[in-house]
């Protein structure tokens, strides 16, 4: 029995949003058994993980945000939305990991990857996030295909559909029966503890291999534990 089964929900489809360098809870939902969607036809929505994450600095958690083109916060489709390259935020966000994870042990198997993408400069935010997002799943070790909707799902459309595209926020902590958090190894544990709600980079930077195992302990029926 699936976990979402044994819940009493079935996930035919897990519907997300676009995200920059998801959250770990996010990432989990590529374990559960259905179709993955990412949402392409819905109104772009500022302040929420389509174009920020937050990464564990120095300081405490930090986030991280792609600046997009003027225009964007009026009706614009997300899959339209342009990325504003008038200042070197790809440069700043890839200084910022530096000096958050350079010292994690994984660090140095995977920023190469992700510095590549940034190089390329996508002019859509939606496929600069997609273009992430597949890296992330070859370095977890997830083989599993991911579609657009290409048009709007409305939301509550049926019981076989699990809709993460609100709950999954970063301001707006809601339930979620099919995501237990599991504490692994962060950079400045010493100094802040714990800290949930991180790009799922940080589960990368930090458990290299192990990773994989982590997202797994995360699914219904484990609860938070330190691997």
Same mark, same amino acid.
């Given at each position: 029995?699936?976990?979402?089964?044994?819940?009493?929900?079935?996930?035919?489809? %897990?519907?997300?949003?676009?995200?920059?360098?998801?959250?770990?809870?996010?990432?989990?939902?590529?374990?559960?058994?259905?179709?993955?969607?990412?949402?392409?036809?819905?109104?772009?929505?500022?302040?929420?993980?389509?174009?920020?994450?937050?990464?564990?600095?120095?300081?405490?958690?930090?986030?991280?945000?792609?600046?997009?083109?003027?225009?964007?916060?009026?009706? &614009?489709? %997300?899959?339209?939305?342009? &990325?504003?390259?008038?200042?070197?935020?790809?440069?700043?966000?890839?200084?910022?990991?530096?000096?958050?994870?350079?010292?994690?042990?994984?660090?140095?198997?995977?920023?190469?990857?992700?510095?590549?993408? @940034?190089?390329?400069?996508?002019?859509?935010?939606?496929?600069?996030?997609?273009?992430?997002?597949?890296?992330?799943?070859?370095?977890?070790?997830?083989?599993?295909?991911?579609?657009?909707?290409?048009?709007? %799902?409305?939301?509550?459309?049926?019981?076989?559909?699990?809709?993460?595209?609100?709950?999954?926020?970063?301001?707006?902590?809601?339930?979620?029966?099919?995501?237990?958090?599991?504490?692994?190894?962060?950079?400045?544990?010493?100094?802040?503890?714990?800290?949930?709600?991180?790009?799922? &980079?940080?589960?990368?930077?930090?458990?290299?291999?192990?990773?994989? @195992?982590?997202?797994?302990?995360?699914?219904?029926?484990?609860?938070? &534990?330190?691997?």
């Amino acid at each position: 029995m699936s976990p979402a089964e044994s819940a009493g929900q079935p996930a035919r489809k %897990i519907l997300l949003s676009t995200a920059y360098l998801p959250p770990v809870q996010y990432m989990s939902k590529l374990l559960l058994p259905g179709e993955v969607l990412i949402e392409n036809d819905e109104n772009y929505l500022k302040q929420t993980y389509r174009n920020r994450c937050y990464i564990a600095g120095p300081n405490g958690p930090q986030p991280l945000t792609v600046p997009v083109e003027k225009g964007s916060f009026h009706k &614009v489709h %997300i899959r339209d939305v342009r &990325v504003d390259y008038s200042t070197p935020w790809e440069t700043l966000h890839l200084r910022a990991l530096s000096a958050a994870y350079r010292s994690s042990p994984f660090y140095e198997y995977y920023i190469d990857e992700l510095t590549a993408i @940034y190089k390329k400069k996508p002019v859509f935010l939606f496929d600069l996030n997609l273009w992430l997002l597949e890296s992330l799943k070859e370095a977890l070790g997830i083989d599993r295909r991911i579609r657009t909707t290409g048009k709007y %799902i409305r939301p509550l459309q049926g019981e076989d559909l699990l809709d993460y595209r609100e709950s999954i926020h970063p301001k707006k902590e809601r339930p979620d029966p099919f995501y237990h958090p599991v504490v692994y190894h962060q950079v400045f544990e010493d100094c802040f503890g714990f800290l949930e709600g991180l790009s799922t &980079v940080d589960l990368l930077f930090n458990e290299g291999p192990e990773a994989l @195992y982590v997202l797994q302990r995360s699914l219904p029926g484990e609860g938070p &534990v330190r691997t």
